[in-house]
Nanobody, 128 residues
């Protein structure tokens, strides 16, 4: 079981940047693929970025490419989400998620159902 705690959210003006952090704990955390999702009121939970357990491969949906960077520091059991050129449509609660088992590769289309562990989320609000 992987436990996740997100931080770094807040209020930012449109065009600004923000870096979210996710502290992971548990056994063999560095063997789990990780991802970030977001959930805005009235919308479904949306995939933002994913990273392999080694950090050697990263994955993004089209809307995030060029604006979002996911990274991890396995020595510190930390996962990060750097977001740039934020706009009001990015307002949501952002969640860190861990894959279902050690060494599992990120699927071609990461869905919330594939991820086993979730944090409580951190709120990001972008003002216009």
């Amino acid at each position: 079981q992987v436990r996740l705690v997100e931080s770094g959210g807040g209020l930012v003006q449109a065009g600004g940047s923000l870096r979210l952090s996710c502290a992971a704990s548990g056994r063999d955390v560095d063997t789990y693929a990780m991802a970030w999702f977001r959930h805005a009121p009235g919308k479904e939970r949306e995939y933002v970025a994913a990273i392999s357990y080694s950090g050697g491969s990263t994955y993004y949906p089209d809307f995030a490419k060029g604006r979002v960077t996911i990274s991890r520091d396995n020595a510190k059991n930390m996962i990060y989400l750097q977001m740039t050129f934020l706009n009001p449509e990015d307002t949501a609660r952002y969640y860190c998620a861990a894959g279902p088992s050690p060494w599992s590769p990120v699927p071609a289309i990461p869905t919330p159902a594939w991820f086993r562990s979730w944090g409580q989320g951190t709120q990001v609000t972008v003002s216009s």
